[in-house]
């Protein structure tokens, strides 16, 4: 049984080329945010090297060391500061030089491949070029446009999607969630099973969530002067950005998602009826262009614009009632 939930048809793709002993040199799972790419990587990668008959079995030796990223056969290259380095791609190769210690492959699980610089992404591609035998890399990548295309033809690419929230719901229960909180979990998630499953072993990241969004919601209907101060708190604070700005979209397209009468489900159900207090106070036109302020900030930021620059511009188009004092 592989730990994942969802992506049945990848897991059935990746057990079906281990039995048959036909594994690729390179593999790219990409797909959005905490979609579940670095769980099913992990499991392929236990899949792999477990030590029983049926994998991944999960508490074998090779299974908990992976499990912990500390298999002596398996190099795990994550970004450090936004980035992939040349030296980390370097290290790895000095690594998947040698032979196996204990595995039967070496693999080296590089966590968003999207983030390599372009120094680091051409010394990637040279071993993707000239593979080492008994070697597999594990690529992921949010933005799999991002990487080269030379990369990307040389990996078997797995795209995964989004999962449907009864999806999520279900297999939270199934992990001992009360409906209740399964249920706003699977919401909160729209489709990210790995921020759902995180929220449900660790308190602190809906704690977190509730703490961003309070603000978020203070600041729509604060002053100029408390917006440019939440500008400068979160623009010191780089790193969480992408997590805030999503929370932030969320609420305003859950606005926009009750004020156009739409019956789609919103995400944030915790907090439906403020949600249809505001989708009544701003209306559809006002919803709709504080969420694409939101998507156009994160992609701004994304695009390495001045952090404090493009929040104080955030904040300065956002509606609501903001006073000049
Ligand atoms: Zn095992």
Not at 13 to 42: C, D, N, W
Not at 154 to 173: K, S
Not at 211 to 239: C, D, M, N, Y
Request: hydrophobic share 45%; glycine share 6%.
């Amino acid at each position: 049984m592989w730990p994942i939930i969802g992506h049945q048809w990848a897991v059935e793709l990746l057990t079906r080329s281990i039995e048959a002993e036909r594994l690729s040199h390179a593999y790219l799972f990409s797909g959005p945010p905490q979609v579940g790419k670095t769980m099913l990587v992990r499991a392929f990668a236990q899949a792999i090297q477990c030590q029983d008959e049926d994998v991944p079995c999960g508490h074998c030796r090779s299974c908990l060391l992976i499990g912990q990223d500390k298999h002596p056969d398996v190099h795990v290259i994550v970004p450090e500061n936004n980035r992939i380095k040349i030296e980390m791609i370097r290290d790895m190769q000095r690594s998947v030089a040698l032979s196996p210690v204990e595995g039967r492959y070496r693999i080296c699980l590089i966590s968003r491949a999207d983030l390599a610089t372009p120094s680091a992404s051409n010394a990637l591609l040279k071993t993707l070029e000239e593979p080492p035998p008994k070697v597999i890399l594990l690529l992921t990548a949010d933005r799999a446009e991002a990487l080269l295309s030379t990369i990307i033809s040389r990996c078997q690419v797995l795209p995964l999607r989004l999962l449907p929230t009864e999806q999520i719901v279900t297999a939270l229960c199934a992990r001992g969630l009360s409906m209740e909180k399964a249920q706003l979990l699977g919401h909160l998630a729209r489709g990210r099973v790995g921020w759902a499953i995180a929220a449900s072993e660790d308190k602190q990241v809906l704690a977190g969530r509730n703490r961003v969004l309070e603000e978020v919601t203070q600041v729509a209907e604060g002053s100029h002067i408390a917006r440019f101060a939440w500008a400068q708190k979160w623009s010191s604070r780089p790193e969480q950005i992408p997590h805030v700005l999503e929370i932030m979209g969320s609420w305003w397209r859950d606005v926009l998602l009750l004020a156009s009468g739409s019956t789609s489900a919103i995400a944030n159900i915790d907090h439906s009826s403020k949600l249809s207090e505001w989708a009544s106070r701003y209306g559809v036109a006002e919803a709709q262009k504080a969420l694409r302020g939101v998507q156009y900030t994160a992609w701004r930021i994304e695009h390495n614009a001045n952090l404090r620059l493009a929040l104080e511009v955030l904040m300065l188009d956002m509606p609501g009632g903001a006073r000049t004092t």
